[in-house]
Protein backbone atom coordinates (compact mmCIF):
# COMPACT_ATOMS: atom_id res chain seq x y z
CA UNK A 1 0.00 0.00 0.00
CA UNK A 2 1.28 3.34 -0.87
CA UNK A 3 1.65 6.15 1.47
CA UNK A 4 -0.56 9.10 1.91
CA UNK A 5 1.21 12.13 1.95
CA UNK A 6 0.29 14.84 4.80
CA UNK A 7 1.63 17.50 3.08
CA UNK A 8 3.69 18.91 0.87
CA UNK A 9 6.99 17.93 2.16
CA UNK A 10 6.35 14.71 3.05
CA UNK A 11 5.04 14.03 -0.39
CA UNK A 12 8.81 15.03 -1.67
CA UNK A 13 10.23 12.11 1.18
CA UNK A 14 8.33 9.71 -0.55
CA UNK A 15 8.96 11.10 -4.24
CA UNK A 16 12.50 11.02 -3.45
CA UNK A 17 12.21 7.12 -1.89
CA UNK A 18 10.46 6.17 -4.81
CA UNK A 19 13.18 7.70 -7.07
CA UNK A 20 16.30 5.61 -4.84
CA UNK A 21 14.27 2.74 -5.66
CA UNK A 22 13.64 2.87 -9.02
CA UNK A 23 16.89 3.64 -9.47
CA UNK A 24 17.59 0.40 -7.83
CA UNK A 25 15.39 -1.68 -9.48
CA UNK A 26 16.31 -0.33 -12.93
CA UNK A 27 20.10 -1.65 -11.98
CA UNK A 28 18.47 -5.37 -11.52
CA UNK A 29 16.46 -5.16 -14.12
CA UNK A 30 19.14 -4.77 -16.66
CA UNK A 31 21.63 -7.13 -14.49
CA UNK A 32 18.57 -9.55 -15.07
CA UNK A 33 18.29 -8.94 -18.85
CA UNK A 34 22.19 -9.26 -19.00
CA UNK A 35 22.39 -12.70 -17.65
CA UNK A 36 19.47 -13.76 -20.49
CA UNK A 37 21.66 -12.17 -22.60
CA UNK A 38 25.01 -13.39 -21.81
CA UNK A 39 27.50 -15.53 -23.99
CA UNK A 40 28.50 -18.30 -21.31
CA UNK A 41 31.62 -18.99 -23.30
CA UNK A 42 32.52 -15.84 -21.26
CA UNK A 43 32.08 -17.12 -17.93
CA UNK A 44 36.02 -16.50 -16.60
CA UNK A 45 36.54 -20.09 -14.22
CA UNK A 46 39.70 -18.98 -12.77
CA UNK A 47 38.89 -16.77 -10.11
CA UNK A 48 40.39 -17.02 -6.59
CA UNK A 49 38.19 -17.25 -3.33
CA UNK A 50 40.19 -14.33 -1.74
CA UNK A 51 39.03 -11.84 -4.95
CA UNK A 52 35.90 -9.64 -4.09
CA UNK A 53 35.97 -6.56 -5.99
CA UNK A 54 35.98 -6.49 -9.46
CA UNK A 55 35.14 -4.31 -12.52
CA UNK A 56 33.62 -5.57 -16.26
CA UNK A 57 30.07 -7.04 -16.79
CA UNK A 58 28.07 -7.72 -14.21
CA UNK A 59 26.50 -10.53 -15.54
CA UNK A 60 29.60 -12.25 -16.56
CA UNK A 61 31.31 -11.30 -13.23
CA UNK A 62 28.53 -12.62 -11.04
CA UNK A 63 28.24 -16.08 -13.33
CA UNK A 64 31.91 -16.79 -13.05
CA UNK A 65 31.58 -15.81 -9.50
CA UNK A 66 29.05 -18.39 -8.86
CA UNK A 67 30.91 -21.35 -11.37
CA UNK A 68 33.64 -20.85 -9.19
CA UNK A 69 31.58 -20.77 -5.85
CA UNK A 70 30.26 -24.44 -6.61
CA UNK A 71 32.87 -25.43 -8.38
CA UNK A 72 30.73 -26.09 -11.47
CA UNK A 73 31.01 -25.43 -15.58
CA UNK A 74 27.86 -23.61 -16.40
CA UNK A 75 26.08 -24.58 -19.17
CA UNK A 76 23.19 -22.48 -19.33
CA UNK A 77 21.74 -19.86 -17.18
CA UNK A 78 18.20 -18.24 -16.66
CA UNK A 79 17.14 -14.98 -14.83
CA UNK A 80 13.98 -13.56 -13.08
CA UNK A 81 14.40 -10.48 -11.67
CA UNK A 82 12.40 -10.20 -8.50
CA UNK A 83 13.23 -6.67 -6.70
CA UNK A 84 10.15 -5.33 -7.24
CA UNK A 85 7.53 -7.56 -5.92
CA UNK A 86 7.44 -6.42 -2.11
CA UNK A 87 7.97 -2.37 -3.12
CA UNK A 88 5.75 -1.87 -6.22
CA UNK A 89 4.48 -5.06 -7.57
CA UNK A 90 6.86 -4.97 -10.64
CA UNK A 91 9.00 -8.48 -11.06
CA UNK A 92 8.97 -11.51 -13.39
CA UNK A 93 6.45 -14.44 -12.73
CA UNK A 94 8.11 -16.77 -10.82
CA UNK A 95 6.54 -19.94 -8.84
CA UNK A 96 8.20 -21.94 -6.20
CA UNK A 97 8.61 -25.94 -5.99
CA UNK A 98 4.68 -26.12 -5.40
CA UNK A 99 4.12 -23.61 -8.36
CA UNK A 100 2.47 -21.06 -6.56
CA UNK A 101 3.22 -17.88 -7.59
CA UNK A 102 6.24 -16.18 -5.48
CA UNK A 103 4.86 -12.48 -4.15
CA UNK A 104 7.73 -11.06 -1.86
CA UNK A 105 11.30 -12.75 -1.80
CA UNK A 106 14.62 -11.05 -0.12
CA UNK A 107 16.45 -12.43 -3.29
CA UNK A 108 16.57 -9.11 -5.63
CA UNK A 109 17.79 -11.80 -8.68
CA UNK A 110 16.99 -15.52 -9.11
CA UNK A 111 18.78 -17.60 -10.97
CA UNK A 112 17.83 -20.77 -12.86
CA UNK A 113 22.12 -22.79 -13.41
CA UNK A 114 22.20 -25.45 -15.53
CA UNK A 115 25.56 -27.52 -15.52
CA UNK A 116 25.86 -31.20 -16.54
CA UNK A 117 24.93 -32.96 -12.95
CA UNK A 118 21.98 -31.37 -12.55
CA UNK A 119 19.78 -27.72 -12.38
CA UNK A 120 19.75 -25.31 -9.45
CA UNK A 121 18.56 -21.95 -8.16
CA UNK A 122 20.16 -19.27 -6.72
CA UNK A 123 19.06 -16.55 -5.15
CA UNK A 124 21.47 -12.87 -5.52
CA UNK A 125 20.91 -9.68 -2.86
CA UNK A 126 21.98 -6.81 -5.25
CA UNK A 127 22.51 -3.76 -3.63
CA UNK A 128 23.62 -0.81 -5.93
CA UNK A 129 25.04 3.42 -5.78
CA UNK A 130 24.35 6.24 -7.71
CA UNK A 131 27.04 8.29 -6.77
CA UNK A 132 30.98 8.42 -7.40
CA UNK A 133 31.25 7.58 -3.89
CA UNK A 134 30.35 4.97 -2.18
CA UNK A 135 27.23 5.22 0.08
CA UNK A 136 25.98 3.02 2.98
CA UNK A 137 23.23 0.56 1.76
CA UNK A 138 20.50 -0.54 3.89
CA UNK A 139 19.98 -3.93 4.31
CA UNK A 140 16.97 -4.43 6.79
CA UNK A 141 14.19 -2.10 7.72
CA UNK A 142 11.85 -3.27 10.86
CA UNK A 143 10.54 -2.77 14.06
CA UNK A 144 11.96 -3.02 17.79
CA UNK A 145 9.50 -5.75 18.37
CA UNK A 146 9.91 -7.20 14.97
CA UNK A 147 13.86 -7.76 15.02
CA UNK A 148 13.54 -9.00 18.54
CA UNK A 149 10.88 -11.75 17.23
CA UNK A 150 13.39 -12.69 14.63
CA UNK A 151 15.70 -13.16 17.10
CA UNK A 152 13.58 -15.48 18.70
CA UNK A 153 12.44 -17.69 15.93
CA UNK A 154 15.55 -18.18 15.28
CA UNK A 155 16.88 -19.32 18.38
CA UNK A 156 18.14 -16.03 20.18
CA UNK A 157 16.83 -14.99 23.96
CA UNK A 158 16.14 -11.41 24.32
CA UNK A 159 15.30 -10.62 27.41
CA UNK A 160 12.42 -8.36 28.81
CA UNK A 161 15.36 -4.90 29.48
CA UNK A 162 16.33 -5.66 25.74
CA UNK A 163 13.27 -5.45 24.45
CA UNK A 164 11.97 -2.49 26.43
CA UNK A 165 15.42 -0.91 25.35
CA UNK A 166 14.71 -1.09 22.07
CA UNK A 167 11.72 0.10 22.05
CA UNK A 168 13.00 2.72 23.76
CA UNK A 169 15.62 3.57 21.35
CA UNK A 170 13.35 3.39 18.25
CA UNK A 171 11.26 5.85 20.36
CA UNK A 172 7.93 3.65 20.31
CA UNK A 173 4.05 5.12 21.87
CA UNK A 174 4.76 4.64 25.42
CA UNK A 175 8.34 4.24 25.88
CA UNK A 176 9.38 7.64 24.55
CA UNK A 177 10.89 10.73 27.00
CA UNK A 178 7.64 11.94 26.11
CA UNK A 179 6.44 9.38 28.28
CA UNK A 180 8.39 8.73 31.18
CA UNK A 181 9.61 12.18 31.85
CA UNK A 182 8.25 14.66 33.71
CA UNK A 183 7.47 18.37 31.74
CA UNK A 184 10.03 19.87 34.10
CA UNK A 185 12.79 16.95 32.79
CA UNK A 186 11.24 17.53 29.85
CA UNK A 187 11.93 21.40 29.16
CA UNK A 188 15.96 20.78 30.60
CA UNK A 189 16.57 18.38 27.83
CA UNK A 190 18.59 19.18 24.98
CA UNK A 191 17.97 15.73 22.97
CA UNK A 192 14.81 14.57 20.86
CA UNK A 193 12.13 13.92 23.49
CA UNK A 194 10.99 11.25 21.13
CA UNK A 195 13.42 8.54 21.89
CA UNK A 196 16.50 7.86 24.02
CA UNK A 197 19.18 6.88 23.16
CA UNK A 198 21.57 4.06 23.23
CA UNK A 199 23.88 5.64 26.39
CA UNK A 200 20.61 6.49 27.81
CA UNK A 201 18.98 2.04 27.97
CA UNK A 202 19.51 0.85 30.96
CA UNK A 203 22.62 -0.81 32.23
CA UNK A 204 20.96 -3.90 32.15
CA UNK A 205 19.60 -3.45 28.38
CA UNK A 206 22.88 -2.38 27.19
CA UNK A 207 24.61 -5.25 28.66
CA UNK A 208 22.17 -7.52 27.02
CA UNK A 209 22.13 -6.46 23.99
CA UNK A 210 26.16 -6.39 24.03
CA UNK A 211 26.40 -10.02 25.02
CA UNK A 212 23.83 -10.75 22.10
CA UNK A 213 25.55 -9.04 19.25
CA UNK A 214 28.89 -10.79 21.22
CA UNK A 215 27.34 -13.78 21.22
CA UNK A 216 25.38 -14.34 18.14
CA UNK A 217 27.14 -11.84 15.72
CA UNK A 218 27.45 -14.58 12.26
CA UNK A 219 23.76 -15.67 13.40
CA UNK A 220 22.25 -12.43 13.07
CA UNK A 221 24.56 -11.01 10.44
CA UNK A 222 22.86 -14.17 8.61
CA UNK A 223 19.92 -13.54 9.09
CA UNK A 224 19.78 -9.57 8.28
CA UNK A 225 21.70 -10.54 4.84
CA UNK A 226 19.18 -13.33 4.43
CA UNK A 227 15.60 -13.22 6.09
CA UNK A 228 12.94 -10.68 4.97
CA UNK A 229 10.05 -12.94 4.24
CA UNK A 230 7.78 -15.92 6.09
CA UNK A 231 8.76 -18.88 3.83
CA UNK A 232 10.94 -17.34 1.43
CA UNK A 233 11.92 -19.72 -0.71
CA UNK A 234 14.87 -18.40 -2.10
CA UNK A 235 16.76 -16.78 0.50
CA UNK A 236 19.76 -14.91 -1.25
CA UNK A 237 23.16 -16.86 -1.10
CA UNK A 238 25.44 -14.26 -2.81
CA UNK A 239 25.57 -10.44 -2.57
CA UNK A 240 26.29 -8.48 -4.92
CA UNK A 241 27.38 -4.67 -5.16
CA UNK A 242 27.62 -1.82 -7.59
CA UNK A 243 29.54 0.22 -5.25
CA UNK A 244 29.81 3.19 -6.99
CA UNK A 245 28.39 4.89 -10.06
CA UNK A 246 29.75 3.81 -13.30
CA UNK A 247 29.98 5.16 -16.65
CA UNK A 248 29.87 2.35 -18.95
CA UNK A 249 27.53 -0.77 -17.68
CA UNK A 250 30.52 -3.21 -19.12
CA UNK A 251 32.87 -1.69 -16.78
CA UNK A 252 30.73 -1.51 -13.98
CA UNK A 253 32.85 -1.67 -10.59
CA UNK A 254 31.41 -4.36 -8.26
CA UNK A 255 31.74 -6.50 -4.83
CA UNK A 256 31.02 -10.01 -5.19
CA UNK A 257 30.52 -12.41 -2.00
CA UNK A 258 28.47 -15.65 -1.03
CA UNK A 259 26.53 -14.64 1.90
CA UNK A 260 28.52 -17.01 3.97
CA UNK A 261 31.82 -15.17 3.05
CA UNK A 262 30.57 -11.82 3.86
CA UNK A 263 29.43 -12.48 7.03
CA UNK A 264 33.06 -14.16 7.94
CA UNK A 265 34.59 -10.98 6.68
CA UNK A 266 31.98 -8.86 8.66
CA UNK A 267 32.90 -10.00 12.31
CA UNK A 268 37.13 -10.24 11.12
CA UNK A 269 36.19 -6.22 10.49
CA UNK A 270 35.26 -5.74 13.87
CA UNK A 271 32.85 -6.85 16.89
CA UNK A 272 30.48 -5.30 18.83
CA UNK A 273 31.69 -1.68 19.00
CA UNK A 274 30.09 1.43 20.39
CA UNK A 275 30.56 4.71 18.54
CA UNK A 276 30.67 7.67 19.63
CA UNK A 277 28.64 10.84 17.31
CA UNK A 278 27.07 14.22 17.84
CA UNK A 279 23.81 15.21 16.28
CA UNK A 280 24.58 18.00 13.19
CA UNK A 281 21.23 18.62 11.36
CA UNK A 282 17.67 18.80 11.61
CA UNK A 283 15.60 19.85 14.61
CA UNK A 284 18.15 19.27 17.27
CA UNK A 285 21.22 20.20 15.43
CA UNK A 286 21.96 21.80 18.64
CA UNK A 287 22.17 19.11 21.20
CA UNK A 288 24.90 19.73 22.94
CA UNK A 289 25.28 15.81 24.22
CA UNK A 290 27.96 13.11 22.77
CA UNK A 291 25.66 9.86 21.81
CA UNK A 292 26.65 6.57 20.66
CA UNK A 293 25.86 4.45 18.14
CA UNK A 294 26.09 0.35 17.93
CA UNK A 295 27.61 -1.27 14.92
CA UNK A 296 28.83 -4.62 14.46
CA UNK A 297 31.12 -5.81 11.53
CA UNK A 298 30.37 -3.90 8.76
CA UNK A 299 26.56 -3.88 10.13
CA UNK A 300 25.40 -0.27 11.51
CA UNK A 301 21.95 0.35 12.87
CA UNK A 302 19.74 3.10 14.12
CA UNK A 303 16.52 4.66 14.59
CA UNK A 304 14.96 5.58 11.38
CA UNK A 305 13.19 8.47 12.23
CA UNK A 306 12.03 9.55 8.51
CA UNK A 307 8.80 11.02 8.94
CA UNK A 308 6.99 8.49 7.34
CA UNK A 309 8.71 5.91 9.68
CA UNK A 310 9.83 7.34 12.76
CA UNK A 311 10.07 4.22 14.35
CA UNK A 312 11.41 2.25 12.33
CA UNK A 313 14.91 0.13 12.69
CA UNK A 314 16.96 0.57 10.12
CA UNK A 315 20.56 -1.77 9.39
CA UNK A 316 22.59 -0.65 6.91
CA UNK A 317 26.04 -1.54 5.66
CA UNK A 318 28.83 0.55 6.27
CA UNK A 319 29.73 3.10 3.35
CA UNK A 320 32.94 1.51 1.49
CA UNK A 321 32.83 -1.54 3.72
CA UNK A 322 34.43 -3.62 0.51
CA UNK A 323 37.27 -1.56 0.97
CA UNK A 324 38.29 -2.45 4.31
CA UNK A 325 38.21 -6.46 3.52
CA UNK A 326 40.98 -8.68 5.33
Given amino acids: MSLKARN ?21 ELLTKAINECDISKIDYTATSTEHLYQGNPAVLLLSYIAHSYGIVITKVHAWWLGGLATSGDGDVITDEHGAPIKKCKSDVVIEITHKEGVFRTGISVKTCSKKTPTNDQMYFTTASAFCKLLEDNGITVSLAAKEGLSQFCGDAGY ?79 ALFTIHEIVKLSREHCGYVLTPYKIRKGTYKNDPNEHLAPRFGFIQFQRGGQKQHPTQLQFNLKAGYFNHLK
Avoid: N
Fill in 176 to 254: RPLDKMSSDALAERKSDPRRYYWEELSAQAQSDWAEIFRKYQDHISQLLFQKAYKSDPYPPDFLFHQTVKYDSFDECPV
Fill in 8 to 28: SAHQQQIEAGKKGRKRGHKFE
